[in-house]
């Protein structure tokens, strides 16, 4: 594996504040490497350091072997993001967008012309080309702010919560364009709240919180490691959790649910019928989301 970025025990600190807590990870060429986490967990800190927005209080952090504190304009060169908030401007159409954003990197008439082309087919905008940008979709929007990105044609892709607000058609669009573009060698880094997302594109992925890495690895080893293969759902009734003590199997609380984990669901559906008093039960595949529940918390985050 040939590795993009490589971060080594980063800090960042916004005075007494510690957003990021020494982390370390890896990012390998043409991977599509995910950031999770509930709100102020530091994923969008180490991003923000990742595109030489912020500098790290501490540690260091390599991005095609470039060091972050450096080597900013040569990394952001090589480098396209889609940021969170649609910041197209209105005043140009959607070809104008990408052309005036092509001559910060001083790339030919001629060449930002054929580019622009091939981007505005690739992300089915070609029909609008003439149209506004404040008179687009949210989800042409979101495809536009994608084509700008990959201008440069970058190497490094970097995605904060690129399908935000999009509706499901929109957002599978997305999905295809961000696998076509992993095919062709781009490396991708991405933050979500969909965890169906992450779930769905990610080769690895790390869960965060409070600035330290919780978990790394692939989804389905994730799943596998924290939950099992199954999840069995009973109502949460003292008579159930004394039942599920005494067989020492592994279950959380959830409201007026208990949530047995088990790689036998059949197994444990039996033993609750047999041995325990329930109402209701139900058992359904283990997801990312159980796991970042799990390791985060249900708590709501302001």
Not at 24 to 53: D, H, W, Y
Not at 166 to 173: E, K, N, W, Y
Not at 223 to 232: H, M, N, P, R, W
Request: aromatic content about 6%.
């Amino acid at each position: 594996m040939e590795p993009v970025i490589v971060a080594k025990n980063l800090h960042k600190n916004f005075g007494t504040f510690v957003a990021v807590d020494d982390v370390s990870f890896e990012v390998n060429k043409g991977e599509l490497f995910g950031f999770l986490g509930p709100n102020g967990a530091g994923k969008t800190t180490a991003m923000r350091i990742i595109q030489c927005v912020s500098p790290p209080s501490g540690g260091s952090l390599k991005v095609f072997d470039m060091d972050v504190t450096r080597d900013q304009r040569k990394i952001k060169n090589l480098m396209g993001v889609v940021p969170q908030e649609n910041n197209l401007d209105i005043d140009f159409s959607v070809y104008k967008n990408l052309y005036v954003y092509s001559r910060y990197f001083d790339i030919p008439k001629r060449k930002a012309e054929k580019r622009i082309n091939e981007l505005l087919d690739f992300v089915q905008l070609n029909e609008k080309k003439d149209t506004m940008t404040d008179l687009l979709s949210g989800g042409m929007k979101r495809r536009l702010i994608l084509a700008r990105a990959l201008v440069n044609e970058p190497r490094l892709l970097i995605l904060d919560e690129p399908t935000v607000g999009l509706d499901p058609q929109s957002r599978h669009v997305m999905w295809d364009k961000l696998r076509s573009l992993k095919k062709e060698g781009v490396t991708i880094v991405m933050t979500t709240h969909y965890l169906e997302e992450a779930a769905q594109l990610c080769d690895r992925l790390v869960i965060m919180d409070y600035g330290n890495i919780l978990v790394e690895g692939s989804p389905s080893s994730i799943i596998k490691e924290y939950i099992g293969t199954d999840i069995v759902e009973a109502e949460n009734t003292p008579e159930v959790i004394a039942c599920l003590e005494n067989s020492k199997a592994r279950y959380e609380q959830a409201g007026d649910m208990v949530q047995i984990y088990t790689n036998d669901p059949h197994d444990i559906t039996e033993h609750l019928f047999s041995e325990c008093r329930l109402g209701k039960i139900t058992a359904r595949a283990a997801t990312l989301e159980d796991v970042f529940l799990k390791l985060t918390g249900r708590k709501l985050r302001e």
